[in-house]
């Protein structure tokens, strides 16, 4: 069975979580911190970068930034995993779902601004599958009502809108290392800031409330709890291994988009004959080749294809439940109806695709799917 994921291994990670166990500094923010925290801000212009133990505690630690407060209002598109809102939540923030674009599962930015209200704090968007949302026009909006804007990147690295890096397009953004992302180390999430406004409170947060990473750095003689915090750093193990990642970035992302475009050529015929969809990249965005997927008729044959699939030896697996639908906040949602968001949820098929595929796997799997339709 080729597998929808399989985590790649550069060959380095070992040998540099050998090193920093040997260098006797272990716990957050050592030597491989800092390398990983250099290269985000050097390699992508993010004026603070902050590893995190997830993307989870990334979005948490916007939400703590932004002063989220119990009323408030965020706006956050239904199509989404749920640590997207879940970290507003937390806060007591109200979640306000928007629907999804009908070209691309993310959010339809033109809906975004019939949602804001006098409580609306912060818009929330999802560059899902690594492909930019129209920034120019959420900022615009965003700056029009005095809202913060908040980049969920946990599957953008490395992908760009109008050549500037996602994730630094907001005055926050949050990515993701787990073992399913193009960058891996297991878990693992990472902070951007983008603001000099959010900066020095975001490392007080990341370290439970204290200023120690000022200590330091020699800026104050002591100390002590000046703010509310957790514990949001991982440890140099996770640092390391995830910068023997880094080195890589170039040669990962290479692989990755071969095999998005072998799959966008060899399920051609298919869109063309109107017989299923593939994913549409919006000329001020890139492809990163974090995700293909593939858009069935309905779920009834969304369904049928996963089981031929399975059938033919290849592992897809679907996505996202509509979360204005979920079991949790469904009675807490305001009734408008969302259905491109529903659409999605019904007929939206990821393929597998891993750096370490083969290429006779990637044509396993794209001959399986044109023997379906045929």
């Given amino acids: 069975m080729i597998p929808f994921n399989k985590p790649h291994l550069t060959g380095k990670e070992t040998a540099y979580i050998e090193e920093a166990v040997r260098s006797g500094k272990i716990s957050g923010d050592g030597m491989f911190t800092k390398k990983c925290h250099t290269f985000f801000e050097q390699h992508f212009g993010m004026h603070k970068a ?26 956050v ?37 019939s949602l804001i209200t006098p409580r609306t704090k912060a818009i929330v968007v999802v560059h899902y599958a690594g492909v930019a949302c129209d920034m120019d026009t959420v900022n615009a909006i965003a700056k029009k009502h005095g809202v913060i804007v908040i980049e969920d ?14 994730g630094t397009l907001g005055e926050m953004a949050a990515f993701s290392f787990h073992e399913t992302k193009n960058i891996q ?6 902070l951007s800031i983008n603001t000099e406004l959010y900066a020095g409170r975001a490392e007080i947060i990341r370290e439970k409330g204290t200023n120690r990473s000022a200590f ?20 140099e193990i996770v640092a390391a291994f995830l910068y ?57 044959q969304r369904t049928e294809l996963i089981d031929h ?19 949790y906040y469904g009675d807490k949602h305001r009734g408008a109806e969302m259905p491109e968001s529903d659409r999605y949820m019904d007929t939206l098929l990821r393929l597998p695709l891993f750096v370490d595929m083969m290429d006779d796997e990637s044509r396993l799997v794209i001959d399986a799917v044109n023997s379906f339709f045929h």
Avoid at 153 to 166: C, H, N, T, V, W
Avoid at 185 to 190: A, D, I, W
Avoid at 218 to 232: A, P, Q
Avoid at 275 to 293: C, S
Wanted: glycine fraction near 8%; include cysteine; charge should be negative.
């Fill in 50 to 75: 902050l590893l995190t133990t997830s993307c989870t505690d990334a979005l948490e630690m916007t939400a703590i930034l932004a002063n989220i407060q119990p009323g408030d209002e965020v706006i």
């Fill in 77 to 113: 598109p239904s199509y989404t995993f749920v640590s997207t809102a879940n970290a507003f939540v937390l806060r007591g923030a109200h979640i306000v779902f928007a629907d999804s674009r009908t070209d691309h599962p993310g959010i339809d930015e033109l809906k975004i601004e």
């Fill in 153 to 166: 990147a946990a599957q953008a690295i490395d992908s760009y809108y109008k050549g500037k890096p996602l």
């Fill in 185 to 190: 180390c297991g878990e693992g999430g990472l």
């Fill in 216 to 235: 330091f750095r020699g800026e104050v003689d002591k100390y002590g709890w000046v703010d509310v915090g957790s514990s949001f750093l991982p440890s």
């Fill in 244 to 300: 023997a990642q880094l080195e890589n970035l170039e040669r990962i992302q290479n692989r990755r988009k071969e095999l998005w475009n072998a799959y966008r050529s060899g399920l051609d015929a298919l869109q063309q004959q109107g017989k299923l969809r593939t994913p549409v990249i919006p000329d001020f965005a890139t492809n990163n080749g974090h995700m293909f997927y593939v858009l069935t008729e309905d779920l009834k």
């Fill in 309 to 327: 699939l399975k059938a033919k030896g290849a592992f897809p697996v679907f996505h996202y439940l509509s979360l204005h639908k979920s079991p």
